[in-house]
């Protein structure tokens, strides 16, 4: 999936349509996360999940696949925190740096 803002049209049986407002979706890549500082280990994560490099009082959240809040803290003075993946079903999930358009989205893996 491209960065960008995507929006859902529903078509019911009768063809009325409904279109959903607009979400902005963007990733950071691996080499771009480096780029920035940010370090997440271990990739897979089995039972904590170590996020460093990040900006002192940022809210960090564990998304799944469904765009929901996993997990959620705010890192510490030092930039770093540390997630309990180990109650979290196995998958892909995104790691969200901030909020808004501002993001930063880096794809993990939770086993």
Not at 13 to 27: L, W
Not at 47 to 75: P, Q
């Amino acid at each position: 999936m491209a960065n960008g803002n995507y929006s859902v049209t529903i078509t019911d049986a009768n063809g009325c349509q409904s279109t959903s407002a607009p979400v902005y979706f963007g990733t950071v890549g691996v080499a771009d996360a480096v780029a920035m500082g940010l370090r997440v280990y271990p990739q897979p994560a089995d039972e904590t999940m170590t996020v460093t490099g990040v900006s002192a009082s940022t809210d960090v959240r564990l998304l799944d696949a469904m765009g929901r809040v996993a997990l959620a803290k705010r890192s510490g003075s030092n930039g770093s925190l540390t997630f309990d993946v180990r109650a979290l079903a196995p998958g892909g999930y995104v790691l969200e740096l901030g909020s808004g358009a501002a993001a930063k989205r880096i794809a993990v893996v939770v086993e």
